[in-house]
Structure formats: structure tokens, C-alpha cells
């Protein structure tokens, strides 16, 4: 068994030795080497060889004739070989020979071939690199004319496309490396040309704002006179002029325009078309400078930093001057740079995306017009002068009306401009009250002559007066009322106007100012002219003619009322029946100052009743009375004789005329009377005099006896019977008591309605009674009243006293 597997084992290797390759049969043969059975294995292996050597010899046998015939053949050949081969080698030379041009040409071709390749290669660079170079001119060419929005479109378009197709050259990483730089550069100067443009118009937003105003201006002008010429036909209103600043050609706005920044300097003559915004201002910078921005991806700065430079500069154009209110060309100057301000940036709110949005623009308006607003308000409260405001007025209006046309809401400055009417309003009062003042003070107060019908037509013209019986006399002839009557007619028919005028182009209705213009009619006459006219009255020296003509001018005033209402319903268009329209005062105005002159006049004939009454020198200790009345009365009398001729100039109502005798006329003489009365009893009655004799008291009863017949000849027309001596009655009747000595029948009588003496008072009677008792008792008076009776003085002077007795008796009981 165990021979068996050694001799498959040596038969396997065998195999492997024959199939093997002789590099790797040294495992092979280590194994055979290992065994134990080496002797074994080489006797089969020399077995093996003598095998194959047998193969070999057979194998050898069997072709050794095909090579002995093939060797034959060899032999054969050789000889034809030899023979070729001498052919092969001749044919070699020669074809040698020959191909030497060729070679030469072969190479020079090779050469050219060499040469032709590296030209077109040259020229394939050159291609992709001509580009780039020529991009590059049109770039350093661009710079040099300053045109930077297109070189910067070329610099992108340069380092996207050109410089990655040309390849890494020296050249190409040369450019690379500047085009950061050049963006750099680019940056810095449109900034530089934005600031230069911010400052430009900073300087010259003045005359933009002055343009727009004149544009807006005509415009108005232009849309009244439509408007008056079509009001009839069908209304349209024209589209502002100031609006097209806003709407601007596309082409115009182009960032590739290359101009230099600031205000163009544009000339227009009087009656040529006004140029807008865009005509003025070159707004290149501006839009070369944002698209500079967008295309390097920094449109956020840019859009930051115009507008804090703008909110910058708007917080200067709303700072004025300290002298604004001045002169109206302060004012104007300052209009005009708000609106060329807004007319700057509302015409880059239209013709950019977004720089500047609504909502900025807006905002900005808030602030401009709060401040606009409040330093109005400031300046405008120094002024004085009426003139000047209602140029403000008008010129605030055109501000608002321009701004307005460019979409901005100006409802605030139409409501400042109606509270500055209240500071109008008081500037006029203030110039009419000096009006009015100089009218009164230069008038004569005396009734106008008139000499002609010219002159009667032209007084006519200035005030509604119409008197059908004064028409029917011949010149001359003259009007019952002064100077002053037509002249402050006039000049409240101006102050009308001139309210009229404020109120013009303040988008109000036609009620709405008739209104305005009837308050502030009515503060005229209630306050002003009110007051002028007491100035009047009660100034010094104002005598009672001049009183009197107040009186009259004041009634021929008060008549022209209903004449004012007309007028002004007549150039406001609202009826004077309107429904909630406001009055005039005038009517009150005017019987105010009427009564005032009557009171005027009632005060004045009492001061001059005391004038003459200080004047009085009675002697109280007088034995005898004169037979006449004292010289002072007499010349009161006089006086008051002559005053009231006057007084039957006076208009009995405000509807009569200057013919009759009046209640003013009628009230005036009685007043005079009472107070004359009055004070000789308070002569009669004073402190200071101690005693007053029978003599005494009977000069006093001569003078009052003088009133009497004064008052009795009627002075003036109109009372009844002897209506003005009741004002004496109660001195006549306490004269008549102690001249006839009629005690039994006071005392008996007192307090009966039908009592003689009922107009005694028991304190006066007492008083006086006293005096008189006091003169009896000094018996140190020679001249004594009762001398002739010194046996019946005792019994007098016991009556006297036991009348005193009884007198404060009676007081006594009346007080209890």
C-alpha cells in the first residue's frame, strides 16, 4: 500500500517537473530530497529520460530525410541569394543617392511644417489675447474721458470673459491684479462727483426753487384766464407745468450722459417757457453714481449716504435767517430754497428706482413743513405792517401751490395762513385805529359846504346819503354832517377790501368769507372805530359844537349800515338773508357813541354850570337882597342860551333830520336845569356857611326867580307846559317856606299828597332854619334884618326854636 502512494506521489511530481517552469521547481525537488525514497525517484526519473529519448530519436528518424532535402534546397538558393543580395545593395545605393534631395526637402519641409503650426498657434493666442488688449485701451480710454459707468461695464465684462479666455500671462495677471484698484478709483470719484453735484445744488436750490415758483405762477395764471374765458362752457383744468419736473424722458436720466454736475446755465427771456427742474439741473452725477454703486454691489451705502446728506442739507434750507421777517425777499429767498429742495427730490423720486422712495420723501415733508411752519409762525408775529403781510399771505400761497403741483399735502399752510388772518386782522385794526384817529383829529366838526353839483356829486360817490329836501336847495348849500362822515365810510370800505384781499386764493367758499369779512367789519367798528370815537368824546377841550356834530356824524353812520351789508354781500356774492350770516354792529357801534356824546355833552354843560357857579360871591350876612339877579347867574343864563340854539341842529331820532328840536336837545336842557338847581341848593346849604341872613336869602331868591324865567321861555322846543321848572321845585318851594314863613302850614301839612311845601325835605328846611337862626342870635351885626323889631326879637327867636323843635321832632318820628 504504502508503495503504491510513493510511486503516484513520484509519478505527480514528474508531471509537475515536466509542466513546470525550471525557475520553480526547487519545491519540487525539496520534497523528493525530504523523502525517504530519493533512490526510488531518481530510478524513475531516469526512466523517464531514456523515455523521452527515445521519442526524441524517433521523432528525429522520421523527419531527418525532410531535412536532408531542405538543406539541399538551402544550397540552391544561396547562390541566387547572393546574387539578390548584390541587386538589393545597388538598388540601395541608388535609391540612396536619390532620396538625399528628398531628405533636404523632407526637412525643409518638416520645417516649414514646424513653423506653419507655431504661427497658427501664435495667432490662436493672439486671438484670445487681442480682446483682452483691446478691452483694455477702450478701458484706459474711458477712464481718461471720465466716463466711469462704462468702464466699469467694461472692467466686468474684462475680468468675467475676456481675461479667463486669454489664458495665465504675465500680462493678463498684470490687469487682474489692477482691476480692484480701477473699481476702487471709479467708486471714489463718482463719489467724489456726488458730493460735488450735493453741493451744487445746495448752493442753487434757491434759483430751482425761484424757476418753480415762476413755472407754478404762470401756470395759475394761465388756468384763471381759462377758466374765466370757458366758465360758461364746460370747465376742465389744465395739467400744471410744475408736475412735468416730475415726468422726465428716460433718455435724459441715462447713466452713460456724461456732463459735468451742478446748475446748467440756462437763460430765458420774459415771455419765453419757463424751463423745468431737469432744463436747470444736471442729475448725471446722481445717476451715474447709483448705477456705479448697484453694478459694484454697494447700492445700500449709496442710497444711505444720500440720504443723510440730503436730511443734512434739509436741516439747513429750513434754518432762516435771523432777519427773515425784514423785507419780503427774506421770506422769498427762503421759499425758494424749500422748494428747490423738493423739486430736486421729487424729480429723483421719479427718475430713479428707489434711491429715494414715497415714504423718505414724505417723511421729509413732515419735518420740512413743522418747521416751515413754526418759524412762520415765529417771523410773521413781528411783523407790523399790513402790506407786508398780505405779500407773505400770497407768497406762502404760491409756495403752497407749487409744492402742491408736485403731489405734496399743503392743507397745514392753508390752515397757518387762517390763524395768521387773526394777526392780519389786528395789524389792520391797529393801522385803521391810527386812520381813524387822524380823521377825527383833523376834522373841523362842522357841516360840509357845498359849493357846486360836482361837489355834492362827489361827496355823494363817497358816502350813500340822500336827502330829497336838501337835493331841492340851491348852492350853495351844505350837508348836516362833517369831514369825518365820509371819510370813515371810506376807509371801512378799505378795511373790507383789504380783508377781501387776504382772503383771496385760500381755496374758501364764498360764505366763508363773507363771514371773515364780517367779523373782522364788526371788530372794526365795535372795537376800533368804537374806541376812536370815545377817544374823541372824551379827549380835552372838546367843546359841545364839536359834541354836538359827533352826534349828528355818529346818526348819518349809523343810517349807512344797511349800505356796508349791500357792499359787502355785493363783492362776496352771498345774500345778506343767508341763512346763519353774521351781522354788522355797526348800528350799536355807532348809538353807543352817540350816547357816549350825549353823556359827553350832559357832563360837560354840568362842568361849565359849575364854572359859573364858582364863581357866585354872596354875602350871607347881607341886610338887604339887590333887586336884580347876580351878575354869574346872568352869564349863565347866556351861556346856556346860546348852547342850546345849537342843540336844535340835533336829529330828533337816527331817522329825522337836522330840523327839529330832538330828545337829546330836550334831555340836555333838563339835565342842565336839575343840576343848576342842585347846586345852588348845595350852595345855599354848605358846610362852610355858618349863617345866612333874611337879605342873603332874598338875593338867592332873585337869582333862582332868573332860572325860573329861563326855564320858563323855553329853551328848547318840545316840553309840555312848564315841564323844565319842576327842575326848580324844590328849591321854590323851600324858598317860598322861609320867605313867607308859612311853618304852621308845613308842619300841618307835612306828608299829605296835597301838601304845599311837599317838595321840603325836613333836614334841608332844618339846616337852613339853623342859619338863619344863627344870623338873628349875633347880635354883634349892626345891619341885622330884624333890628327895626328888637321889641318882637325875643318872640322870634322863641318861634324859631320851637319850629326847630318840631322840625327834629318830626325828622325824628319819620325816622323811627
Known sequence: MASAETAAEHERILREIESTDTNCIGPTLRSVYDGQEHGLFMEKLEGRIRNHDREIEKMCNHHFQGFVDSITELLKVRGEAQKLKGQVTETNQKLQNDGKGLLTSMGELRQCRLQQRNIATTIDKLTHCLPVLEMYTKLQEQMRTKRYYPALRTLEQLEESCLPQAGSYRFCTIMAENIPRLRTHIRDVSMSDLKDFLESIRKHSDKIGETAMKQAQ?????????????????????????CSGTEVDRTESDPFQEQDSGILDVEYEEGDEIPGAQDLVDFSPVYRCLHIYTVLGARDTFENYYRKQRRKQARLVLQPHSNMHETLEGYRRYFNQIVGFFVVEDHILHTTQGLVNRAYVEELWELSLSKTIAALRTHSSYCTDPDLILDL?????????????????????????????????????????????????????????????????????????????????????????????????????????????????????????????????????????????QYAIKKKNVGLAELVQIIINTTHLEQSCHYLEGFISNITNVPPDTINATKLYGTSTFKDARHAAEEEIYTNLNQKIDQFLQLADYDWTAVQGGGQASDYLSDLIAFLCSTFAVFTHLPGNSIEHATLPGKVAQTACMSACKHLSTSLLQLLLEADVRQVSMGALQQFNVDVKECERFARAGPVPGFQGDTLLLAFIDLRQLLDLFTQWDWSTYLADYGRPTCKYLRVNPHTALALLEKISRSMKDTSRKNNMFAQFRKNERDK??????????????IATNQA
Open 393 to 533: 399771505k400770497n407768497l406762502i400761497v404760491l409756495f403752497a401751490d407749487t409744492l402742491q403741483g408736485y403731489g405734496f399735502p399743503v392743507n397745514q399752510l392753508f390752515d397757518m395762513l387762517l390763524e395768521m388772518r387773526d394777526q392780519y386782522g389786528e395789524i389792520l385794526l391797529k393801522k385803521w385805529n391810527q386812520s381813524f384817529r387822524l380823521i377825527l383829529d383833523q376834522d373841523n366838526y362842522s357841516p360840509i359846504p357845498v359849493g357846486s353839483p360836482e361837489e355834492y356829486q362827489r361827496i355823494a360817490g363817497q358816502f350813500p346819503f340822500q336827502d330829497p329836501e336838501l337835493e331841492k336847495m340851491s348852492f350853495p348849500k351844505k350837508l348836516p354832517f362833517s369831514e369825518f362822515v365820509p371819510k370813515v365810510y371810506s376807509q371801512i370800505k378799505e378795511f373790507i377790501y383789504a380783508c377781501l384781499k387776504y382772503s383771496e386764493d385760500l381755496h374758501l367758499s364764498s360764505t366763508e368769507i363773507d363771514d371773515m369779512i364780517r367779523k373782522s367789519t364788526n371788530l372794526l367798528l365795535t372795537r376800533t372805530l368804537s374806541h376812536c370815537l
Open 218 to 242: 404762470g401756470q395759475i395764471a394761465r388756468d384763471n384766464a381759462v377758466t374765466s374765458q370757458q366758465r360758461s362752457a364746460r370747465g376742465r383744468r389744465i395739467r400744471k407745468e410744475a
Open 797 to 810: 327867636q322863641k318861634l324859631i326854636d320851637t319850629v326847630v323843635k318840631q322840625l327834629k321832632n318830626l
